[in-house]
Every structure is written in structure tokens, then in C-alpha cells.
T-cell receptor
Framework: ETGVTQTPRHLVMGMTNKKSLKCEQH?????MYWYKQSAKKPLELMFV???????ENNSVPSRFSPECPNSSHLFLHLHTLQPEDSALYLC??????????????FGAGTRLSVL | AQKITQTQPGMFVQEKEAVTLDCTYD???????LFWYKQPSSGEMIFLIY??????QNATEGRYSLNFQKARKSANLVISASQLGDSAMYFC??????????????FGAGTRLAVHP
């Protein structure tokens, strides 16, 4: 148990559906992250939130919409996705995103399949 | 541009033997951090070990040690006395600055380690 919980663990959705991924951290951290892990590709950072403010959007398509209502919760709203968006989506949190040595704690991920 | 390279897509090791997973990095920053994470089939990324660029001693955490060679820009992970539970994907990562003075992690492609009994 790392203190970062992601739900659902698995999600299958059609291209016209709207769904949301949820991440909750119980570590008292101030920064939260969304990563995408596709088959045979390195993890790609999608979004960073620090104290509920978005500090990084790594050129992510608008069909992915993050929301961070407070420092403990992070959502990723999905709509009109494409089959190539099928991947493992990982959430992480850290005390702060500034230090070189800041340790990110990851959740177990949501495995998304887009049909 | 910052980059992490893991040249071994897959590695095999006999139980109780030691194994080295390779990682090289490219950066023009003077200050950076290097991390190793383990990802079992369950998907969760588990932190193993950290090395700061100014640390003179190689980092160690139990059976894990990081062989840091700054001039060669390498940060290899050494797992001693391998166990069956060590079978997983292993990712090398580096902290890299982005906008606003923040750091982000850049990951390598990973190495899949299989431990045989």
C-alpha cells in the first residue's frame, strides 16, 4: 500500500463514451501527476498539479481533461477517446515538485481499453 | 534534451545470483536526481533507490545498490541475491527541470527481469 489509490483499476469504453479516472493520495502531498504508459513506450508525463494549480500540460489532447479539486484528489475526465489512447494511466504524488530528489509515489494505475 | 536509455529489453538471472540492469542518461544540468522503480505485473510503480548527482557515495538500499559513474553518465542498478519476487519491469528515471522551476521525471523504456529458480 503506497498511499495512492486509483479507481477503477480497469476500464473499457467506447469512443463516444465519457468516463473519469480517480486518484486519491493519503500522504499529505502537495503535488499530483498523471502519466500515460503505452505498450513499448516510456512513461509519458501528462499533467502536473501543485497546490491544486496546474503547472504542466505536456501537449495533451483536449479529449483528456484533468481536475484537481484539492491536494488529495485528482481526476482525469475522458471523452471521445481514440483506440490509440488505450494504455495504463498512472497517478503519482509528491511532497513538492521542486527538488531534484523529490520522490514520487505511484498508484497501481487504471488500465484503459478504448474500443 | 534530457534522455534515459535502458539498452536491455529483457534480462534473465538465476535465483540467489546478482544482476546488473544498465541505465545511461543524457543531461546538460549540473544538478539532477536518478531513480530506479520496479513495476510488477500489478502495475504499481515501486520506488527502489535514489542517487543525487552530487552524492559521492553510491546509494544502497538493502539488496539494491546503484553504481553511479558520473563521467560516463551511467546509473546501473545492481540487485544482489535475486529472489523470485524480483521478477518485474525495472525503470530508470531522471529528474529534469521544466517550467516554473519545477522538476519532472523522465523515464527509460524499462528492462524486464525474469528470475529463474
Amino acid at each position: 500500500e503506497t498511499g495512492v489509490t486509483q479507481t477503477p483499476r480497469h476500464l473499457v469504453m467506447g469512443m463516444t463514451n465519457k468516463k473519469s479516472l480517480k486518484c486519491e493520495q493519503h500522504l499529505g502531498h502537495n503535488a499530483m501527476y498523471w502519466y500515460k504508459q503505452s505498450a513499448k513506450k516510456p512513461l509519458e508525463l501528462m499533467f502536473v498539479y501543485n497546490f491544486k494549480e496546474q503547472t504542466e500540460n505536456n501537449s495533451v489532447p483536449s479529449r483528456f481533461s484533468p481536475e484537481c479539486p484539492n491536494s488529495s484528489h485528482l481526476f482525469l475526465h475522458l471523452h471521445t477517446l481514440q483506440p490509440e489512447d488505450s494504455a495504463l494511466y498512472l497517478c503519482a504524488s509528491s511532497q513538492d515538485p521542486v527538488s531534484d530528489g523529490v520522490l514520487q509515489y505511484f498508484g497501481a494505475g487504471t488500465r484503459l481499453s478504448v474500443l | 534534451a534530457q534522455k534515459i536509455t535502458q539498452t536491455q529489453p529483457g534480462m534473465f538471472v538465476q535465483e540467489k545470483e546478482a544482476v546488473t540492469l544498465d541505465c545511461t542518461y543524457d543531461t546538460s544540468d549540473q544538478s539532477y536526481g536518478l531513480f530506479w522503480y520496479k513495476q510488477p505485473s500489478s502495475g504499481e510503480m515501486i520506488f527502489l533507490i535514489y542517487q543525487g548527482s552530487y552524492d559521492e557515495q553510491n546509494a544502497t538500499e538493502g539488496r539494491y545498490s546503484l553504481n553511479f559513474q558520473k563521467a560516463r553518465k551511467s546509473a546501473n542498478l545492481v540487485i544482489s541475491a535475486s529472489q523470485l519476487g524480483d521478477s518485474a519491469m525495472y525503470f530508470c528515471a531522471m529528474s529534469s527541470p521544466f517550467s516554473g522551476g519545477y522538476n519532472k521525471l523522465i523515464f527509460g523504456a524499462g528492462t524486464r527481469l525474469a528470475v529463474h529458480p
